[in-house]
């Protein structure tokens, strides 16, 4: 079994864990941009939603390390991590820009459907964050008065 089959099976049994600890053996100037996104994305597996933060911290870091931004899947993980550490501003280019790389025809779109959904709550939370921004000197002003 090859390591690329290897990490495969333990992704599909969620030991997310076991994917970390071997790829992280590998010295980041040898791990490759795959290797490197795998890694990032099982530590965004790992993290479990908002229980481990850190772990979407590091995704970051390590995408960032390993830049590929012709790569859906490379923009999908960055900005999934931003999602989870409620940064959706900062994710939405990086769904978009997925759209911008992938085919067209409806099998494709199907499959990045998860992303189409992201993106678009992304969009929702960051318009509602700004709107909520916008009202702050006015919500302070009639605590004041009231």
Not at 40 to 61: K, M, Q, S, V, W
Not at 74 to 93: H, I, K, Q, S, T
Request: with cysteine.
């Amino acid at each position: 079994m090859t390591l690329e089959e290897q990490l495969e099976l333990w992704h599909q049994n969620n030991e997310y864990e076991k994917i970390i600890a071997e790829l992280e053996k590998i010295p980041d100037s040898e791990r490759s941009h795959h290797l490197t996104g795998l890694l990032a994305r099982a530590y965004e597996n790992a993290a479990d939603g908002t229980a481990r933060p850190e772990y979407h911290l590091h995704a970051i870091e390590l995408l960032k390390g390993a830049v590929e931004e012709e790569d859906p899947n490379w923009n999908f993980r960055m900005g999934f991590a931003l999602y989870w550490l409620d940064r959706e501003e900062e994710a939405v280019p990086y769904f978009e820009r997925i759209f911008t790389l992938i085919s067209t025809d409806p099998e494709t779109q199907a499959f990045w459907s998860d992303a189409r959904e992201l993106l678009d709550y992304c969009r929702m939370q960051a318009a509602r964050k700004r709107q909520q921004k916008a009202d702050e000197p006015y919500l302070s002003i009639s605590r004041r008065i009231w």
